[in-house]
Every structure is written in C-alpha cells, then in structure tokens.
C-alpha cells in the first residue's frame, strides 16, 4: 500500500509560524515571552536538545538564556537557581533539561519548579490537571504527537490506540490525550507479556520504547497509524527510530520517520507552551 511519510519538520516550522505571529501580538502589547533553561553537566544528547530549544526560541522571538551549569553543582545551588527564576516575572518559562546528574534528586527539582512556569508540564500539578481533564501545559512529546495525528486527519473516537512505553514525560500523557479524544487505549511496557498481540490490534500505534527497531513490519495492522517517538543513536552516529521503518511503511497508512517526525514536534510544543505561560502570568487569565 505505502504509508504517508509524514513530516514533522514541516508541521514544526507551520506551528512556529503561529507561535511567531502569538509573540509578535505579545509584543505589541509590551510583553516579552521568556524562557529559562538549565542544563547541568555535559551530556552530548541534551547539549543537542537544548541548541533546538534555543535555536527555535530565536526563531518565534522568544527571548531565552541558558544556564550552563558544571556536572557537579550541588542540588541546594540548582534550588536556589531556581527560586530566583521562579520569583523573577521576567521569566514565564523555566525548563530543567533531563536527565539531571545522579546525585542530583530529579523530583525536588520538579517540584520546585513554579507550576505556572513548568514549561515542560511534568510538575504534578500539571500532570494531574491532565488526568483531570483540565490541563494547563500539555507535555510537549505527546502534544506534538496529537497535533500530527489532527492534521493527518486522524479522528480517534472509538479507534483502538496503543502506546508503547509508560515515562511521564511520554507514554502516560500520551495515553491520557488519547483517552480525552475518546480512542480506546492500551498501554505496554517492558512487563507486557506478548507485545506483538497488542500491537497488531492498533488503528493507531505510538511507539516510545527507546530500543532501535522494536515494532516490526509483522507487528503491525494493515492500514494502521505509526508515530515514531523513539530516538537511537547507533554505533554509527545515525539516528534511528523504535519502528523497523522499512518494514512498517508497507502496512501502515501514515508513519512518521526519525530523525524529522516527532522530534521537531516537541520543540515547536515547547514554544507554544511558553507563549503560553507569558500570557497566564501577564494578561491577568485564570491559571
Ligand atoms: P523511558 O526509558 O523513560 O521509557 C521507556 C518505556 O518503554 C518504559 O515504560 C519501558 O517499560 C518501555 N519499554 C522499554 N523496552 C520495551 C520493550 N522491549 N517492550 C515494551 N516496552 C518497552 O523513555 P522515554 O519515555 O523518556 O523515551 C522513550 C523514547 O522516546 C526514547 O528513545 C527517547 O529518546 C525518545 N524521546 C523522544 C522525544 C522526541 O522529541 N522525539 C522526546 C522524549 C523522548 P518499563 O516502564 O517497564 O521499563
């Protein structure tokens, strides 16, 4: 048959666009949307990560500065960081790139994060405002994901969705937005006893595992949806995705490719995020 090959590049430079014309209006009214980012230590993939960010933040005139701090700063000096930009009004958005340094304790961090400024929507406040069904700030992986499902024109109601994986910043969200849009969802993991039975039954098929290659052409439905989250360097230095993409793009009926699918997704997401976190904390609306 051949899958739509659907280009998250593409749609990522569409949403900056709007996110663009959101700061200029912003702007004009003497508002500045602002981003801060931390980067603790020196790992290569999320030095990447947080050039996108900066980079995309540039483009939609989002100010933006990056802390870069050495691998051994202590958890009370990132605390105190961060209470300075939790209490600076400058500041909408204050981004912790993950993962953080061992001796570091992942939760305090989040947890210290102003809700109105977590950018990234993993404070638990933001979580359970999703499960609630009121969000605020949407996590940016699946929101991006969502987004390329609506303009593929996928409508979920009744759909049988399955999503690998179970992270908090991707496979739990991911499940709750597709339960919001009334799809049927399954979730797997590691512990998942036949994987492959799951898998087979999806109209639409998330896949955030982070094993290169995991989803097989055999695995999947005729006709199903395919989003790729995954991201696997391999002893190459080429990027791959959690979906065996030559196998799969002869079944599937849309398929996102990595690199160029979800990942230029998530940063246009975290634009929008932060436009707006400027306009919860500026123009007086309801958090
Ligand atoms: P985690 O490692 O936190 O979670 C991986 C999940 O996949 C876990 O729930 C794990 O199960 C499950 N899993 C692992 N192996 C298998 C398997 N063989 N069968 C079924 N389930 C399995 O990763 P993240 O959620 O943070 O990220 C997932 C992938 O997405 C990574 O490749 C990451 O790089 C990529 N990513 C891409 C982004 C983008 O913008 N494109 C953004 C964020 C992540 P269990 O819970 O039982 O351990």
Redesign the pocket.
């Known amino acids: 048959m051949g899958a739509l090959v659907f280009s998250g590049k593409e749609l990522a430079a569409r949403v900056r666009q709007e996110v663009k014309e959101e700061v200029e209006a912003l702007k004009a009214q003497g508002i500045q949307p602002y981003l801060a980012v931390i980067l603790v230590g020196d790992d290569p993939?999320s030095q990447v990560?947080v050039r996108n960010k900066e980079r995309s933040a540039k483009k939609v005139g989002i100010e933006s500065h990056t802390y870069r701090l050495p691998a051994e700063t202590s958890q009370q000096e990132l605390l105190a960081l961060l209470q300075k930009l939790n209490a600076d009004p400058k500041v909408h958005g204050i981004l912790v790139q993950?993962p953080l340094p061992d001796h570091i304790n992942e939760r305090d961090i989040i947890l210290s994060i102003n809700p109105i400024k977590d950018v990234d929507g993993f404070h638990p406040e933001n979580l359970g405002r999703l499960v609630a069904g009121y969000p605020r700030y949407l996590p940016?992986?699946p929101r991006?994901v969502m987004r390329i499902l609506h303009e593929a024109g996928v409508n979920l109601k009744g759909q049988e969705a399955v999503v690998?994986?179970?992270?908090?910043?991707?496979?739990k969200p991911m499940g709750l937005m597709l339960l919001a849009e009334h799809a049927t969802v399954t979730?797997?993991?590691?512990?998942?006893r036949d994987?492959a039975f799951h898998t087979r039954r999806a109209d639409v098929l998330v896949?955030?595992?982070?094993?290169a290659g995991?989803i097989k052409g055999d695995m999947v439905k005729e006709g199903a949806v395919v989003i790729d989250?995954?991201?696997?360097r391999m002893p190459d230095g080429s990027l791959k995705?959690?979906v065996e993409f030559d196998e799969v793009v002869e079944k599937a009926s849309v398929i996102t490719p990595?690199p160029g699918?979800?990942?230029?997704?998530?940063?246009a997401m975290l634009m929008k995020n932060t436009v707006e976190a400027a306009k919860l904390q500026t123009l007086n609306r309801e958090a």
């Open positions: 993939a990560y993950l940016c992986t991006g690998v994986g179970r992270s908090v910043i991707v496979g979730t797997v993991h590691s512990r998942t994987l896949v955030a595992a982070g094993r995991l989250v995954g991201v696997n995705g959690d990595v699918g979800v990942g230029p997704m998530t940063v």
